[in-house]
């Protein structure tokens, strides 16, 4: 039987090659739900493609009458941020893949869970922000999925997937293992395009230069985060909820080939490392067709052509959004909440041309210093420290 998926964030990069997985397995996925931001046109021409029931926009019904677009026919549209909710409900859906952008991901995750649904999570900051209250609920399904023998006999349940590389590396890396026996999760970093540079040197970095990375194929705010290794540092945070691990035995490398993905080290000295191509679609496929393997989508990795494979410390001085994440990360509670909502204003700006790129360190540090962490509680509280930390942040644009 097909999987049959809803997709939110159905336009961006993730969302994008998530389709271009379901046009490749037409027999094992199903797309039966949209969601997008105020992309709708693009969205609609999906919803004809995929022959796609409901799609849902953040766009008021008023602005899209305005575009004078045609729905096609069968399509369902329903807006406002309810509506991409509320997706994650129908019955139809078996798996929600959740590619939005941003703290606005959280709510999506949390009502996917609970609703009984696998998870297929793009968005970093449903674990980064409130992994605390994911988790538990991840374990819930997980529990239902085995009494229900939805789960593979061997391995994790499969109620939360990864959808980034290292993640799914990891994830892969563990089948088979017990927990006990990890000594160790190694998050491989790419360095991004400024590798190697010194702080004197990336004070006059521009937009245009952060978001020309070398390696792989992102959308504008995670090529900046993935620049200023905040993306890292989110990742650690991700790595720690997901994978049940203290910080201390999370460690971040450099590998600048993008060739290995992540890598597991064992008690006994052992590492596994997960390499392949370095092509989204390979996570995202995984995420969806696990605990079965699907033929790849993508040229498998040609090891004659690699060459050498590099490893750095990373230089935390320079980049230290790394060291910043990491710090919210160990203290806990709503510290990451604040840190990760002071660094999408930062980002914001940055890319708007109103903020420096060493600025965007600076202000989610101000921010940090100026909350008051607090043990995380609900949705609702989560969303009223985001919203004070957006608010300090904006003060606080160097
Ligand atoms: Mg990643």
């Known amino acids: 039987m097909a999987r049959r998926i809803a997709v939110l964030g159905s336009t961006g990069s993730i969302g994008t090659q998530t389709l271009d997985v379901a046009r490749r397995h037409p027999d094992k996925i199903e797309v039966v739900a949209l969601a997008v931001g105020r992309r709708v046109k693009e969205a609609l021409e999906q919803a004809r493609e995929f022959g796609v029931r409901y799609v849902a926009s953040n766009m008021d019904a008023g602005e899209f009458d305005a575009l004078g677009l045609e729905v096609p026919e069968g399509v369902e549209l ?36 609970r609703a009984g649904k696998v998870l297929a999570l793009a968005n970093k ?6 992994g605390d209250l994911i988790m538990p609920l991840a374990s819930k399904v997980d529990e239902q999925r085995r009494a229900a023998g939805l789960a593979p006999d061997h391995g994790p349940a499969g109620a939360l997937m990864p959808i980034d590389s290292e993640h799914g590396a990891i994830y892969q890396c563990l089948i088979g293992e ?24 990336l004070k006059d970095i521009t937009a ?47 590998q600048p080939q993008s060739a290995i993905h992540s890598m597991v080290e ?34 498998p990795l040609d090891f004659t052509k690699l ?3 590099q490893f750095d410390a990373p230089d935390v001085e320079t980049f230290r959004c790394l060291a910043l994440a990491r710090a919210a990360g160990e203290r806990g509670g709503t510290l990451p909440c604040v840190m990760n909502a002071a660094n999408e204003i930062a980002v914001a700006a940055f890319l708007a041309g109103e903020g420096s790129y060493l600025g965007i360190a600076e202000c989610v540090e101000i921010v940090m210093d100026a909350h008051d962490v607090q043990p995380v509680e609900s949705i609702g509280q989560l969303l009223e420290i985001d919203s004070w930390a957006r608010a300090r942040a904006r003060d606080n644009i160097r």
């Open 307 to 309: 060459g050498s494979l």
């Open 178 to 201: 017990e927990a006990r026996e990890v000594e160790r999760l190694w998050v491989t970093a790419s360095g991004g395009p400024f590798r190697g540079k010194k702080s004197c040197e």
């Open 208 to 254: 245009k230069q952060a978001l020309a990375h070398p390696t792989w194929n992102m959308g504008p705010k995670i090529t900046i985060d993935s620049s200023t290794l905040m993306n890292k540092g989110l990742e650690v945070i991700e790595a720690h909820h997901l994978f049940t691990m203290p910080y201390d035995r999370i460690s971040v490398v450099v």
């Open 125 to 130: 900051e449903s674990l980064v922000v409130g």
């Open 78 to 113: 329903a807006f406002g941020s309810d509506a991409v909710a509320a997706l994650t409900q129908l019955p139809e859906v078996d798996v929600v893949v959740n590619a939005l952008v941003g703290a606005a991901g959280l709510q999506a995750s949390y009502e996917t869970l």
């Open 266 to 299: 064992f008690s006994d000295g052992s590492v596994k490392a997960h390499l392949g191509t370095t092509d989204m679609r390979i996570p995202i496929q995984y995420a969806l067709s696990y605990p079965e393997r699907w033929d790849a989508p993508v040229t």
